[in-house]
């Protein structure tokens, strides 16, 4: 399927004005005016999102520019870990006519994608870079990853997916709809970004880390997780090596490429290092720490006796994470194969994943830079999404 570029497509995006240069370079120099705003924290502690976060959902490709919108339909899939919590058949955005080996896809979308994307990447970092500052939080580390797996579609009671038929599958009617994005991929398709993504994109083996990750409440912050990260040590103990607040999501975009295998997600965020903590403190988590026992017959790989999974009233494990991870990586790019095993002690949930992660580390830099022009982060954006789509999207269809 023919991949239509903007100027020729019909749709509420074509009508947005390409960014320049002169347009965007005011959001570096001036003094951005916070506004409050409700805040976007799960209150389960899981995921954050700082109070300006934007989020949102666009398409590339869902018209093929002949008025054969009816390809793109909406197709139902099974998702162990959706119809657990919710008993629903999420959908996901596909071409029915696509021909996987003639299609070609034609023009640039990776400029298309940029240009989508480049306006609220300098807002969302500019923003979040003056919250932060205003608020004197040295030890923050920002971070841009891409993330790729499908867009799942969810309904609601307002809207039912039974009644998005072919001829509704509008980007209008699909940005009303609840949405995730599903990260977990075939081990196919991991396997070959290993063996030929790899050497073929120039990236170098880095490191491999075997990682508990011990999730913690904290009553005095209840709108963030203390993520303790552990080794294991000889004697099968942890070893806490480092101790910080979960991501606050500043940026995310999903994009759905139904002339591609897989969709993207863009993300921007930042960490903040725990450093305010008192010697007293820092022993209580310690002790967390020490209590679990290594179990690998149980999700998360990590149990706690009875009695031992809180200290008083502060600090209560609510999740562990398992991870293998394998990371290569270049000058501007680390690229981050992960193995998974989660268990959520809240709710009960479990579930092992395979993902693929790429750490866009030479965008942050030039986002950070002193005089960031903004035509040059535009085209280190092109350069990254044009990556993205000629390695990253291909796969075997793993969703039925």
Same mark, same amino acid.
């Given at each position: 399927?023919?991949?239509?570029?903007?100027?020729?497509?019909?749709?509420?995006?074509?009508?947005?004005?390409?960014?320049?240069?002169?347009?965007?370079?005011?959001?570096?120099?001036?003094?951005? *005016?916070?506004?409050?705003?409700?805040?976007?924290?799960?209150?389960? $502690?899981?995921?954050?999102?700082? !109070?300006?976060?934007?989020?949102?959902?666009?398409?590339?490709?869902? +018209?093929?520019? !002949?008025?054969?919108?009816?390809?793109?339909?909406?197709?139902?899939?099974?998702?162990?870990?959706?119809?657990?919590?919710?008993?629903?058949?999420?959908?996901?955005?596909?071409?029915?006519?696509?021909?996987?080996?003639?299609?070609?896809?034609? $023009?640039?979308? =990776?400029?298309?994608?940029?240009?989508?994307?480049?306006?609220?990447?300098?807002?969302?970092?500019?923003?979040?870079?003056?919250?932060?500052?205003?608020?004197?939080?040295?030890?923050? /580390?920002? %971070?841009?990853?891409?993330?790729?797996?499908?867009?799942?579609?969810?309904?609601?009671?307002?809207? !039912?997916?039974?009644?998005?038929?072919?001829?509704?599958?509008?980007?209008?009617?699909?940005?009303?709809?609840?949405?995730?994005?599903?990260?977990?991929?075939?081990?196919?398709?991991? %396997?070959?970004?290993?063996?030929?993504?790899?050497?073929?994109? %120039?990236? +170098?083996?880095?490191?491999?880390? #075997?990682?508990?990750?011990?999730?913690?409440?904290?009553?005095?912050?209840?709108?963030?997780?203390?993520?303790?990260?552990?080794?294991?040590?000889?004697?099968?103990?942890? *070893?806490?090596?480092?101790?910080?607040?979960?991501?606050?999501?500043?940026?995310?975009?999903?994009?759905?490429?139904? #002339?591609?295998?897989? #969709?993207? &997600?863009?993300?921007?965020?930042?960490?903040?290092?725990?450093?305010?903590?008192?010697?007293?403190?820092? *022993?209580?988590? &310690?002790?967390?720490?020490?209590?679990?026992?290594?179990?690998? #017959?149980?999700?998360? $790989?990590?149990?706690?006796?009875? $009695?031992?999974a809180s200290t008083g009233n &502060?600090?209560?494990?609510?999740?562990? =994470?398992?991870?293998?991870?394998?990371?290569? *990586?270049?000058?501007?790019?680390?690229?981050?194969?992960?193995?998974?095993?989660?268990?959520?002690?809240?709710?009960?949930?479990?579930?092992?994943? /395979?993902?693929?992660?790429l750490k866009l580390k030479g965008?942050?830099?030039?986002?950070?830079?002193?005089?960031?022009?903004?035509?040059?982060?535009?085209?280190?954006?092109?350069?990254?999404? &044009?990556?993205?789509?000629?390695?990253?999207?291909?796969?075997e269809p793993y969703l039925t």
């Amino acid at each position: 399927m023919a991949y239509i570029p903007p100027h020729k497509r019909h749709s509420k995006y074509s009508e947005r004005p390409t960014p320049t240069p002169e347009s965007l370079v005011p959001l570096f120099k001036r003094n951005v *005016q916070l506004r409050a705003s409700k805040s976007n924290a799960d209150r389960s $502690g899981k995921i954050v999102y700082s !109070n300006y976060a934007i989020s949102r959902w666009f398409a590339v490709g869902l +018209d093929d520019g !002949n008025g054969d919108a009816s390809a793109a339909h909406l197709k139902p899939v099974s998702v162990e870990s959706v119809g657990r919590k919710t008993g629903e058949k999420p959908v996901i955005l596909v071409k029915s006519n696509l021909d996987k080996e003639n299609n070609e896809v034609k $023009g640039n979308p =990776w400029s298309s994608i940029a240009e989508n994307v480049l306006p609220d990447l300098l807002s969302s970092f500019e923003i979040a870079r003056a919250e932060t500052e205003s608020d004197d939080l040295k030890e923050v /580390k920002a %971070g841009m990853v891409a993330r790729f797996g499908k867009v799942l579609f969810h309904g609601s009671p307002s809207v !039912n997916l039974e009644g998005v038929g072919k001829d509704c599958v509008t980007e209008t009617t699909l940005s009303n709809l609840k949405r995730s994005f599903y990260t977990s991929l075939p081990a196919s398709y991991v %396997g070959n970004v290993m063996a030929e993504v790899v050497p073929k994109i %120039g990236l +170098d083996f880095a490191e491999v880390k #075997d990682i508990y990750h011990v999730k913690l409440s904290d009553s005095t912050r209840p709108d963030s997780t203390i993520s303790c990260k552990c080794s294991l040590k000889d004697d099968k103990k942890l *070893q806490l090596y480092k101790a910080e607040l979960n991501p606050v999501r500043d940026m995310v975009v999903d994009i759905s490429c139904p #002339d591609m295998d897989l #969709d993207l &997600r863009l993300m921007l965020c930042h960490k903040r290092i725990l450093t305010s903590l008192t010697d007293d403190e820092m *022993q209580s988590i &310690r002790n967390l720490i020490d209590s679990a026992v290594l179990d690998p #017959d149980v999700k998360g $790989g990590l149990r706690w006796p009875l $009695g031992k999974a809180s200290t008083g009233n &502060r600090f209560s494990v609510v999740g562990v =994470w398992h991870t293998m991870v394998t990371s290569y *990586q270049n000058s501007s790019i680390r690229l981050k194969v992960r193995y998974a095993d989660r268990f959520d002690f809240r709710t009960g949930y479990g579930e092992t994943s /395979k993902e693929v992660v790429l750490k866009l580390k030479g965008m942050v830099s030039g986002l950070l830079g002193q005089e960031a022009e903004t035509n040059v982060i535009s085209d280190m954006l092109k350069d990254a999404l &044009r990556l993205i789509w000629q390695h990253f999207l291909c796969c075997e269809p793993y969703l039925t």
